[in-house]
T-cell receptor, first 115, second 109 residues
Framework: EAGVAQSPRYKIIEKRQSVAFWCNPI?????LYWYQQILGQGPKLLIQ????????DSQLPKDRFSAERLKGVDSTLKIQPAKLEDSAVYLC?????????????FGSGTQLSVL | QKEVEQNSGPLSVPEGAIASLNCTYS??????FFWYRQYSGKSPELIMS????GDKEDGRFTAQLNKASQYVSLLIRDSQPSDSATYLC?????????FGTGTRLQVFP
C-alpha cells in the first residue's frame, strides 16, 4: 500500500512570497489533515477534510492560508503572503474514517523556511 | 483551551533500562489516546493506541491510561539506542485530536 505522498520536500522563500504544498492521501482514505509543526512543538491541526468538505478549519489563519481538496482525493495548501513565523514543517495525514481519534498516516512533510 | 501536556525532556536512559514517558490532558471528555514516535527529521508514526483504563502491552511497549487522574504513560522496556526519538502523546474525541509537544528520549549505550 502506497503511503501519503507530499511535495515538495523542502521549500525556501522570502517573506511576502507565496507557496503551495501538495498532498495525495492513501487510496480510499476519506479524511485528510494538514498539520503545522514548528520546531520543538507538536503538530497543530490547520484543517481537516472529510472527502472534499471541510470539517474543521478553526486554527487555519484564513487571511493568508487556504486549502482545497478537489474531487475528495489530493489536496493543496497555500500560503500567501508568507511570514517569518510560518517557518515550520507542514505535515499531511490521512485516515480511513471520518473520526479525529483514528490512526493517522503521515506523509514525509514539507519543510518551509521563510527568510 | 484543551491541552495535552508532556515534559519536553530530554529523558536519558541507559540501554536495557525501562523508559517511562508521561502525559496529562485537560479535556475530561477525551476518549482516545495515542503515542506517536517521531525520529529527527521524519514524520510521526503510531506505536500505541489506548482507549480504556488500565494497561495495554505490545512487545516492548506498554501504554497505561488513568482517566480519573487524566494521565497517559508509555513504558519502553529493554530500551535500545534505536528508540531514541521524540514521543508525541495525542488525545481527544471523535471530532478533535490534540498533540502534546513531545518528549525527547535518548538511550545511550
Amino acid at each position: 500500500e502506497a503511503g501519503v505522498a507530499q511535495s515538495p520536500r523542502y521549500k525556501i522563500i522570502e517573506k511576502r512570497q507565496s507557496v503551495a504544498f501538495w498532498c495525495n492521501p492513501i487510496s480510499g482514505h476519506a479524511t485528510l489533515y494538514w498539520y503545522q509543526q514548528i520546531l520543538g512543538q507538536g503538530p497543530k491541526l490547520l484543517i481537516q477534510f472529510q472527502n472534499n468538505g471541510v470539517v474543521d478549519d478553526s486554527q487555519l489563519p484564513k487571511d493568508r492560508f487556504s486549502a482545497e481538496r478537489l474531487k475528495g482525493v489530493d489536496s493543496t495548501l497555500k500560503i500567501q503572503p508568507a511570514k517569518l513565523e510560518d517557518s515550520a514543517v507542514y505535515l499531511c495525514a490521512s485516515s480511513r474514517r471520518d473520526r479525529a481519534d483514528e490512526k493517522l498516516f503521515f506523509g514525509s512533510g514539507t519543510q518551509l523556511s521563510v527568510l | 483551551q484543551k491541552e495535552v501536556e508532556q515534559n519536553s525532556g530530554p529523558l536519558s536512559v541507559p540501554e536495557g533500562a525501562i523508559a517511562s514517558l508521561n502525559c496529562t490532558y485537560s479535556d475530561r471528555g477525551s476518549q482516545s489516546f495515542f503515542w506517536y514516535r517521531q525520529y529527527s527529521g521524519k514524520s510521526p508514526e503510531l506505536i500505541m493506541s489506548i482507549y480504556s483504563n488500565g494497561d495495554k502491552e505490545d512487545g516492548r511497549f506498554t501504554a497505561q491510561l488513568n482517566k480519573a487522574s487524566q494521565y497517559v504513560s508509555l513504558l519502553i522496556r529493554d530500551s535500545q539506542p534505536s528508540d531514541s526519538a521524540t514521543y508525541l502523546c495525542a488525545g481527544g474525541r471523535y471530532d478533535k485530536l490534540i498533540f502534546g509537544t513531545g518528549t525527547r528520549l535518548q538511550v545511550f549505550p
